[in-house]
C-alpha cells in the first residue's frame, strides 16, 4: 500500500501567517485529497485533485504537488483554521491517509 | 442537503459481533459507491471498506478482511457494516463518507467500543 508521511506533526502560526503542509507518497500517484478536521467534528473535504477547491472552501486554502511530493498552503492564517489536516490518496488501492498535521494557533 | 446518520454502535465484548447502519438522504443514493473509515481515539483516519454503487465491486482494508462486511440497500438509501470477532483495536469512531472526487461527505460518525 502507498504510505503517506505528512509533516509537519504539529505547528503553530499567528493570524496572517503562511502555512504550508507537506505529504509524501512512498510511490507516485496522481492525485492528492487534503481534509480538515476540528475537534470533535467530522473530516472535511478541503481540496480534491491535487488543487481544485471543494465547494465553500476559502480561497487562501490551495493545495499542489505531483508524483510524490504534495502541499497544502494556508496564505494567510486564520483563527478558524486551528485544525488537524489530513492528506489522502486512491491512485492505488486500498486508500490511504497521512498521519495528520495538527495546526495550532 | 446531503445527510448520513450513522447508527448501531455501542460496547461490545471481543469476539462479539455488531452491525453498523449509515442512512443517506439528500442525493441519489443508488449512484453513488459508499465507504466506512474509522479513527480511534486520539488517532488518525484510516479506511476500513468500499461498496460500489450497484454492490458489484467490494474492497477491504486487510486489517478488517474476512471479519468486516459492507453491503447496502439502495431501496432503504442504507449501507451497512457488519463486524464479527471484534478486537479491542476495532474501538473506533466509525464514519461513513461519500466518494466524490474525494470524500466529500461523511456522516457524524458512531462509536464502537470493543472491551471486556
Redesign the interface.
Known amino acids: 500500500e502507498i504510505v503517506l508521511t505528512q509533516s509537519p506533526t504539529t505547528t503553530a502560526a499567528s493570524p496572517g501567517e503562511k502555512v504550508t503542509i507537506t505529504c509524501l507518497a512512498s510511490s507516485s500517484i496522481s492525485n492528492m485529497y487534503w481534509y480538515q478536521q476540528k475537534s470533535g467534528a467530522s473530516p472535511k473535504l478541503l481540496i480534491y485533485s491535487t488543487s481544485s477547491l471543494a465547494s465553500g472552501v476559502p480561497d487562501r486554502f490551495s493545495g499542489s504537488g505531483s508524483g510524490t511530493s504534495y502541499s497544502l498552503t494556508i496564505n494567510t492564517m486564520e483563527a478558524e483554521d486551528a485544525a488537524t489536516y489530513y492528506c489522502q490518496q486512491w491512485t492505488s488501492n486500498p486508500p490511504t491517509f497521512g498521519a495528520g498535521t495538527k495546526l495550532e494557533l | 442537503e446531503v445527510q448520513l446518520v450513522e447508527s448501531g454502535g455501542g460496547l461490545v465484548q471481543p469476539g462479539r459481533s455488531l452491525k453498523l447502519s449509515c442512512v443517506a438522504s439528500g442525493f441519489t443514493f443508488s449512484n453513488f459507491g459508499m ?1 466506512w473509515i474509522r479513527q480511534a481515539p486520539g488517532k ?4 476500513v471498506a ?1 461498496i460500489s454503487s450497484g454492490s458489484s465491486y467490494i ?1 477491504y ?2 486489517t478488517v478482511k474476512g471479519r468486516f462486511n459492507i453491503s447496502r440497500d439502495n431501496a432503504k438509501n442504507t449501507l451497512y457494516l457488519q463486524m464479527t470477532s471484534l478486537r479491542s483495536e476495532d474501538t473506533a469512531l466509525y ?1 461513513c463518507a461519500r ?1 466524490n ?4 461527505y ?4 458512531v462509536m464502537v467500543t470493543v472491551s471486556s
Do not use: I
Open positions: 465507504n488518525g483516519l484510516e479506511w468500499y474492497f482494508a486487510e464514519y466518494p472526487s474525494g470524500y466529500d461523511w456522516g457524524q460518525g
